[in-house]
């Protein structure tokens, strides 16, 4: 049975920095994409960043810039470090893989962390 485990969220005043940290666990033969997504109350999850197996990385405009999405392979663990922080980054994050298992690949979510920005 493959986890997710995150780490890392909290409460943040604006200007701040927060990093989050998600590592799987079970049985795992390969890690393809990793990624963060968020979903805020009332608004569709969307995603945050993403970064491939050879450390490609994709992030939504509204983050570039301010957020950095890394891994490391040998811990099956990814990390997204925020900084400038606003507001509205407010949200549950969520980190998902896809990743091939005993049986074939397929998408895994961790649990979500509370990221809450304010004074």
């Known amino acids: 049975q493959v986890q997710l485990v995150e780490s890392g969220g909290g409460l943040v005043q604006p200007g701040g920095s927060l990093r989050l940290s998600c590592a799987a666990s079970?049985?795992?033969?390969?890690?393809?994409?990793m990624g963060w997504y968020r979903q805020a109350p009332g608004k569709q999850r969307e995603l945050v960043a993403a970064?491939?197996?050879?450390?490609?990385?994709n992030y939504a405009d509204s983050v570039k810039g301010r957020f950095t999405i890394s891994r490391d392979n040998a811990k099956n663990t990814v990390y997204l470090q925020m900084n400038s922080l606003k507001p509205e980054d407010t949200a549950v994050y969520y980190c998902?893989?896809?990743?091939?298992?005993?049986?074939?690949?397929?998408?895994?979510w961790g649990q979500g962390t509370q990221v809450t920005v304010s004074s």
């Open positions: 998902n893989a896809r990743l091939r298992n005993m049986l074939n690949d397929d998408d895994y």
């Open positions: 079970g049985i795992i033969f390969s890690i393809y994409t």
């Open positions: 970064i491939t197996s050879t450390s490609n990385t």
